[in-house]
């Protein structure tokens, strides 16, 4: 038949080393496969996000989550990748083609990279919900991340059409050189930034003491930190310098040591000074969240005889410890006056001599 034969001639063209005939072959089969792979993804992709769904294992909803970023273009590269494996073809074309289906696989797996930078975050954030300070370097972590993971894809493709990517690494890595000298302070900022927010030295709300400074942490920032003093204004740091300093925590605290004196005059009774430890001890321990600690004739004076009292109160905070000192104190006092035992104040003896 002339039809069939013309039909014939045609499918045996050749074109790109591989005839017609086998073309339509590569297809079909690439076309069966992503079709059966689609199949195959959406059945596994909806057990497995069933099962996500009633278990708090983790391990399923990263299944879930990576069959689900499984994208289709991807799955017809897979497809054609095994079409050309069925059929042994070996036109010229197909090792270009296999070229795009590497690329394919690369992008592919970057896009995986992505959603599981994605999902980590979203987890993270998830569990440190309120805290503003370790949400941003989260997110500015999965930044860094994501830069990372594509600077390398993009690498790769570059290698497989034949670029040389060791005198471009090599470029970049001068040129990395160069800027971080440039902005080598941002930089020495913007990893104490990492530090700050990974060892959580101090976090929001707490009380600083940085040498000569002191107040509240109000901002914490990629850069500087910032605190609020107890006089108004707000006192800035740039983070690596904060870190280099030496830095009290006083929200940490949990006992706060107090210590204080008392002073009475030379003229008090011996059998006096034997039981004023005990007196003190005895005002000390009659007040809540206080753990005694001494109470001893520490020294004789210019113009007193001096006892030392040291006690911790076991709640940190600084205005039920003034509460606590001032009640001490007012005890002291009316007891002290009941007893007609003198405060010692600074005097002075004048003797004149004929």
Do not use: C
Not at 21 to 49: C, H, K, P, Q, Y
């Amino acid at each position: 038949m002339p039809e069939q034969a013309a039909a014939t001639d045609f499918l045996d063209h050749n074109l790109l080393g591989m005839a017609l005939i086998d073309w339509a072959e590569l297809l079909g089969i690439t076309i069966g496969l992503t079709l059966v792979l689609v199949l195959v993804r959406r059945f596994f992709f909806g057990r497995f996000s069933k099962m996500a769904e009633r278990t708090v294992n983790r391990v399923d909803d990263v299944i879930a989550e990576l069959l689900h970023g499984m994208r289709t273009w991807f799955l017809t590269v897979v497809a054609f990748y095994l079409a050309v494996e069925f059929i042994a073809a070996d036109a010229p074309a197909i090792p270009w083609l296999l070229r795009v289906v590497f690329v394919g696989l690369l992008l592919q797996i970057g896009l995986w990279g992505n959603d599981l930078i994605r999902v980590g975050t979203e987890w993270y954030v998830a569990a440190r919900e309120g805290e503003a300070s370790q949400i941003t370097a989260a997110r500015a972590m999965a930044m860094v991340g994501r830069l990372v993971l594509w600077t390398m894809v993009l690498l790769a493709l570059l290698d497989n059409f034949g670029v040389d990517v060791t005198a471009l690494v090599a470029g970049l890595g001068i040129g990395g050189i160069a800027i971080a000298l440039a902005v080598q302070n941002v930089l020495a900022d913007l990893l104490a930034y990492v530090s700050i927010v990974a060892d959580r030295p101090f976090v929001y709300g707490d009380y600083l003491v940085v040498g000569e400074y002191s107040g509240t942490v109000e901002h914490i920032g990629i850069k500087t930190t910032r605190i609020r003093s107890l006089t108004g204004e707000q006192i800035i740091f740039s983070n690596n310098d904060l870190l280099g300093s030496r830095v009290r925590n006083y929200k940490r605290m949990n006992e706060r040591r107090a210590l204080f004196s008392v002073g009475v005059t030379y003229d008090t009774a011996h059998e006096v000074l034997r039981e004023l430890p005990d007196l003190l001890r005895e005002i000390v321990e009659a007040h809540e969240h206080v753990r005694f600690d001494r109470a001893h004739l520490k020294t004789f004076g210019d113009f007193a005889i001096q006892f030392e009292v040291v006690y911790h109160m076991t709640v940190p905070d600084y205005a039920l410890y003034m509460n606590t000192q001032q009640a001490i104190n007012l005890t002291i006092h009316r007891i002290f006056t009941d007893r007609g035992i003198e405060f010692a104040f600074p005097t002075q003896t004048i003797h004149l001599e004929k």
